[in-house]
């Protein structure tokens, strides 16, 4: 099958691709192609269909089987060229010689069983055309467009595709040490693959109009690979909420309380022990912009919410003003730490996690924790393990749950972390002398604004956080319920020697499998 090009000399080659019609809860469904990329294709190809055939895709219910058999689908090609796919269902446009006058154009109209939708607002004498008869839709209107392209009348005349395009950037340079989003096995031992499958989730989102509020011991706002995603003026109400809050300041009217930046440290600054280090590293794998190193949704915005000062002891009711604080300004949340059971905790997770978000519940996402010798090794801490909170734990770049990974009936997902070959590259304290780096090549950067030494749950749990984001920012309507559902049913199922339950999915050690951003994206856009 082929198209002419404008001067009708040159045929551009297309190929069909299967396209079958399926019955979803009573509602069409398109399905296209077959193989790995097949569910990613169908995906686009019902959305463009509900947005510009305006075909009842999802949304409005069929009778029945027959109703199924008697739909007819746009018809979806592959370009030969560039194989780009671009599907067409009853338009042409044609453009008329200039001295064509409208009798005659109606009588190449009436001819092919055409009626005029629109003219073009620029050319005259170009229109948009559809037929009648949606028997005649689909590949048909190949043919018609190719028949009216060979009238003397025409100038041109081609389907009204609607196409994927692609956009030319360079591909994304993620750095090899960045092994948790694009695995090529370049560092000895990795196995290839083993990542949450970054590229493909770009390449619809990054996580725009979206935020993720981090939990932690302060973020390092004037970070050059952060600054531009900090979220500004969260609290329009109150102007000296300029980049988030510290709840560790006790006196709310202090300055102080204003001030989410890394405060305490003590030496060695390069030990997370006594320095406000972590939360940084913690917003990097959310929202690193690509400046040296690339967060899980690079273009999405990090609240700062400051609860811990270094090892000091915290009033569990200042954090649970600060998740409430954080539910009205952060679409997720993500806490990189673990406490002991609290009311207060669990009572504000289960209040934001189904009130938040204007009643559609806020996701809050928590570290299944690390093993401590002496303690609960084979149970999941809190607040992880409260029945409201998505417990997440750690995974290697090997295909298996990190040695450390707290485990048990409540972990839901895993995520990618340290204790393989290779830990999490992130970023790290701009400050002089702060930091897991104090400004050596080996330890991530001569400059000391990344590390290569982050691991733990705290590095899986807002990597998890930041697929939230990308999901939530190609369908904003998802509930909290939906956002745990999609990431366990798109969850790979890692480790050979493991068994899922065959009924649920799940498994005590990995919950539903490891997090896949690309299938993550592709489900939240269907729904």
């Known amino acids: 099958m082929y198209i002419y090009r404008a001067d009708c000399q040159r045929k551009v080659p297309l190929k069909p691709l299967k396209t079958k019609v399926k019955s ?21 190809v019902n959305h463009a269909a509900a947005n510009y055939f305006k075909m009842p895709i999802y949304t ?37 010689g200039p001295s064509v006058n409208e009798r005659q154009r109606k009588q190449i109209l009436d001819k092919h069983h055409l009626e005029m939708r629109s003219h073009s607002k620029f050319i005259s004498n170009q229109l948009v055309a559809y037929v009648v008869d949606r028997k005649q839709a689909g590949e048909n209107i190949i043919h018609i467009a190719n028949d009216c392209a060979e009238m003397d009348e025409v100038i041109f005349a081609t389907p009204n595709f609607v196409s994927k395009y692609r956009r030319c950037q360079i591909e994304f340079p993620v750095p090899p040490e960045q092994w948790h989003l694009y695995n090529r096995g370049l560092i000895p031992g990795q196995v290839p693959g083993e990542d949450v499958n970054a590229l493909e989730a770009w390449g619809e989102t990054q996580g725009e109009g979206c935020t993720v509020a981090v939990l932690d011991d302060g973020v390092d706002i004037e970070h050059p690979n952060l600054s531009a995603n900090i979220k500004h003026n ?15 300041t006790l006196d709310q009217e ?12 003590q030496e060695p600054y390069d030990q997370n022990e006594g320095n406000d280090s972590h939360g940084t590293p913690c917003a990097g794998i959310i929202a690193a912009a690509g400046n040296g190193a690339f967060g899980i949704a690079p273009k999405c915005s990090i609240l700062p919410v400051k609860i811990l000062n270094a090892d000091n002891l915290v009033s569990d009711e200042l954090v649970a003003e600060a998740i409430r604080y954080a539910a009205q300004y952060a679409d997720i949340i993500s806490c990189s730490w673990e406490n002991a059971e609290s009311t207060l905790i669990e009572t504000i997770i289960e209040q934001v ?12 996402f928590c570290a299944s924790g690390n093993e401590f010798l002496g303690f609960a090794t084979d149970a999941v801490a809190y607040p992880a ?33 340290g204790g393989g070959r290779a830990n999490i590259f992130t970023t790290d304290l701009s400050m002089p002398n702060r930091g897991r780096n104090p400004g050596e090549a080996a330890g991530g950067g001569a400059d000391g604004l990344h590390t290569n030494a982050f691991f733990g749950t705290s590095a899986a749990t807002p990597l998890a956080a930041g697929i939230a984001a990308l999901m939530l920012s190609v369908n904003p309507s998802l509930d909290c319920d939906a956002v745990k559902q999609i990431l366990a049913d798109t969850a790979d199922k890692i480790d050979d020697d493991e068994v899922y339950d065959p009924q649920t999915g799940h498994n005590d050690r990995y919950g539903y499998g490891r997090v896949n951003a690309g299938a993550a994206i592709e489900a939240a856009m269907r729904i």
């Open 24 to 44: 979803y809860n009573n509602k069409p469904l398109l399905q296209v192609g077959e193989g790995d990329s097949a569910s990613a294709l169908s995906a686009l």
């Open 234 to 248: 969260p609290d329009p109400n109150e102007p000296r909420d300029r980049c988030g809050r510290d709840y560790c």
């Open 254 to 265: 202090n300055p102080e309380h204003f001030n989410p930046r890394p405060k305490l440290f």
């Open 385 to 417: 393990a409260y029945d409201h909170a998505i417990a997440v734990g750690a995974t290697t770049d090997k295909r298996q749950r990190a040695y450390y990974s707290r485990w048990g009936p409540e972990l839901w997902i895993v995520a990618p972390s």
């Open 353 to 364: 996690s189904q009130n938040g978000r204007d009643g559609k519940g806020t996701p809050v």
């Open 60 to 96: 409005d219910r069929i009778q029945d089987d027959r109703s199924v058999r008697d739909f007819i689908p746009p018809a979806v090609f592959e370009d030969s060229q560039t194989g780009l796919a671009r599907m067409v269902y009853k338009e042409v446009v044609i453009r008329f």
